[in-house]
Nanobody
Framework: QLQLAESGGGLVHSGGSLTLSCAAS????????IGWFHQAPGKDREGVSC????????YYADSVRGRFTIFRDTTKNAVYLRMTNLTPEDTGDYYC????????????????WGQGTQVTVSL
């Protein structure tokens, strides 16, 4: 059974950077499409980026394109989300999710979820 664990969240000033990690256990993460989701306080969980399993193509929400980068490290069985030029609107919990399907930026496409890591961006 695949298990996911996010880490790397924290408090950062506006304009700063963070790299979130999604570490896997129980299976090889390269088999899965991985998505990163952002849940702002009081709002629904929204997809910000994904990397697909078959072709390694990456996708980004308009709100993060050019600022966030998703990448996979198969040697560490992990996927990362590099976040730069952060703004207070990026504050919230970040979750990684996995599916053996094609994934995408829709939460319903994913079968496995981590517990999340919190990001706070101050002015």
């Amino acid at each position: 059974q695949l298990q996911l664990a996010e880490s790397g969240g924290g408090l950062v000033h506006s304009g700063g950077s963070l790299t979130l990690s999604c570490a896997a256990s129980g299976d090889t993460l390269a088999r899965y499409s991985i998505g990163w989701f952002h849940q702002a306080p009081g709002k629904d969980r929204e997809g910000v980026s994904c990397i697909k399993n078959r072709d390694e193509n990456t996708y980004y929400a308009d709100s993060v394109r050019g600022r966030f980068t998703i990448f996979r490290d198969t040697t560490k069985n992990a996927v990362y989300l590099r976040m730069t030029n952060l703004t207070p609107e990026d504050t919230g919990d970040y979750y990684c999710a996995a599916t053996t399907g094609t994934g995408g930026l829709t939460k319903w496409a994913y079968d496995y979820w981590g517990q999340g890591t919190q990001v706070t961006v101050s002015l």
